[in-house]
């Protein structure tokens, strides 16, 4: 285990270093992972945990075709969702957060004594309430958290970067819960693993989606493409100086050395004007986070994933909004600038 100081604050992390592939796998010698949902971060942990050698099945009854395509053999590393779940010592439950509450009561059954049940989010957990899932007293029940999307889970473990992931323990029925979860989280490809709690991943999650993540990126995206048209410039222009300059040249600046090392590689105009407009924005945005987070932790904001996501129409309904974004002016202009990349062009 490794400890971090930032800012005074001591953190203890683990690396795959401390915790090895090779160990990883002689703890799970004997277990049976059973990834119940082969969706996008089902598709991710389960490919990884394949290559590097753990004994994994999937469980699926909606994306089968996309599992056998991708080497899994129905009735032997593919079955059905509860079968799959049956037959796991470590069952990940990886399906949307409203099908682990519709699913729950088929589930349960499977779940006997010295079983693992393990989380990408605490949703179900912490808001047992409104879920209704509380696991049996006699199972594990065990977080690995990568934070980001099951795709990047897969990419970063093929480009061999892996992906940082937070860890938790719940329950601890076998005195082996620990274990299994660093092991698990070193399998899926994670970078580096840092403890948190169910409680503090979710409301961390749900803010970060919500806020800086994709919900208050996209409206500042949009603020800004928006008066730039409205005071006479160009689509393109619009776009270039909103997402594009973003995306291509300064956010791989701060994924390299930080955000100060961006702004010292920036032109002294855009230093100070970025400098002095920066504490503008954050106070003008810190009381929407204030409201944001006391609604996630009161379950307000599960409240709606919950009833929308149930529904039996969501998928239409999500559709028709990410189609309105889609064909708003700024994304098709976004469309047009990708495809005049120079990577793109000699395709």
């Known amino acids: ?93 990886l399906m949307s957060d409203a099908q682990q509450k519709s699913l729950w009561p088929q589930l349960k059954p499977t779940l006997t004594k010295g079983k693992a049940l393990y989380f990408s989010h605490g949703f179900s957990i912490v808001y047992k309430e409104q879920t209704g899932v509380i696991p049996p007293a006699d199972i594990d029940v065990i977080l690995v958290a990568p934070k980001g999307a099951g795709r990047t889970v897969r990419d970063n473990y093929l480009a061999g970067s892996g992906i940082n992931s ?57 603020a800004q493409y928006n008066e730039l048209r409205k005071r006479g410039h160009s689509p393109s222009e619009a776009f270039n100086e909103t997402v594009e300059e973003l995306t291509q040249s300064l956010m791989p600046l701060v994924a390299q050395n930080g955000m100060d090392w961006m702004y010292a590689n920036c032109s002294a105009t855009a230093q100070r004007g970025a400098l002095d407009w920066k504490d503008r924005f954050r106070d003008a945005v810190a009381p929407v986070f204030t409201e944001l987070y006391d609604r996630v932790k009161s379950g307000k904001e599960t409240e709606i994933v919950l009833t929308t996501g149930a529904a039996s129409d969501y998928r239409d309904k999500l559709a028709k909004e990410l189609d309105l974004m889609r064909n708003s002016e700024m994304w098709q202009a976004g469309a047009v600038v990708r495809s005049l990349r120079p990577e793109r062009r000699k395709k």
């Not at 004997?30 to 942990?45: E, F, L, S, W």
Request: glycine share 12%; with cysteine.
């Open 1 to 93: 285990m490794s400890k971090l100081n930032i800012g005074g604050v001591i953190e203890d992390v683990i690396t795959s270093e401390e915790f090895t592939l090779e160990k990883a796998r002689e703890v799970l010698k004997n277990d049976v992972v059973a990834i119940v949902g082969y969706g996008v971060q089902g598709r991710g942990q389960a490919l990884n945990l394949r290559d590097n050698g753990i004994n994994v099945i999937v469980g699926e009854e909606y994306n089968t075709k996309k599992a056998e395509e991708e080497g899994w053999v129905p009735g032997k590393t593919l079955f059905p969702l509860f079968e799959a779940a049956k037959k796991g010592t470590i069952i990940q439950y």
């Open 166 to 222: 937070s860890y938790a323990v719940f329950q601890d029925a076998t005195g082996r819960a620990l274990e299994r979860t660093l092991a698990v989280g070193v399998a899926i490809g994670s970078g580096y693993l840092f403890p948190t709690t169910f409680e503090h991943e979710v409301w961390s999650d749900l803010t970060g989606e919500r806020g800086v993540l994709m919900g208050c990126l996209a409206g500042v995206l949009e």
